[in-house]
């Protein structure tokens, strides 16, 4: 499979163009034009690299950024801007970015830096993936898969999203209500049982065990806690 690109931008003139020369390029490539429809796509799409505009409609792109990284969605992230202040470019990197450009720019400075993000994602991809072999168990959030012993297990939108908030605290006790407002945002048909129901689906699926290996531990009276295996 191709390498997918994810464009979110509204100027549908630049979107073509970049579109068609990835696709020259060997890249699968994919835009949308509103902020929150890049975020949707984002988190779903499993995508190499996402370049992502600053000024859109609905969400601008710092808050995409900023929302996809609390999401644990690790892709890398190119920003454009027409903007040229040194604020801005600071503003993009201190909450995720990994790359910057200013419009107007040349499509072939575009191509090297994607594949410089690419080259860097893939390296810290092996690098950190050496952490696994001590429990046999991998946590992929941006292809939406717990690999356990080499088996791939396909996490639903909402497991992945509940993975992605407690890996911002791990080793932390969380409770259900917690979990409940921060995941599933208190939908007034939801109770913490649904909570139970999807921590046990997670369980079966990291591989849990009472004498073996253990991931999710159930605090009486308190929720959970959570300390997760290597997860990208």
């Known amino acids: 499979m191709p390498p997918k690109i994810l464009m979110i931008e509204d100027e549908p003139g630049l979107v073509l ?23 949707k796509m984002a988190k779903t799409g499993g995508y ?45 990197l201190s909450i995720g970015a990994d790359d910057y450009m200013t419009k107007p720019f040349e499509i072939r400075e575009l191509l090297v830096r994607i594949e410089a993000l690419r080259r860097r994602a893939e390296m810290k991809h092996q690098e950190e993936s050496t952490a696994v072999s001590d429990t046999g168990v991998y946590i992929d ?16 939108a909402l497991e992945t999203k509940l993975l992605g908030y407690v890996a911002q605290h791990k080793d932390q006790i969380i409770s259900r209500e917690e979990l409940l407002a921060s995941v599933w945002g208190y939908d007034m048909g ?8 999807h921590i046990a689906r997670l369980r079966r699926k990291l591989g849990d065990s009472k ?10 009276g308190a929720g959970y806690r959570f300390s997760l295996p290597y997860l990208n």
């Open 17 to 39: 163009t970049i579109g068609d020369r990835l696709e020259t390029e060997g890249y699968k490539f994919e835009s949308c034009s509103t902020g929150p429809e890049g975020e």
């Open 48 to 92: 190499a690299v996402i370049i992502l505009d600053v000024m859109l409609p609905g969400k601008d792109g710092f808050d995409v950024c900023r929302s996809l990284r609390e999401a644990g969605i690790q892709t890398p992230i190119l920003m454009l801007t027409a903007r040229s202040q040194l604020d801005d470019k600071v503003s993009g």
């Open 141 to 156: 959030l941006q292809r939406g898969l717990i690999i356990n012993s080499g088996t791939e297990y396909p996490l639903s």
């Open 190 to 197: 939801m109770t913490t049982r649904t909570i139970d129901v």
């Open 211 to 220: 004498n073996g290996k253990k991931f999710v531990y159930t605090v009486r």
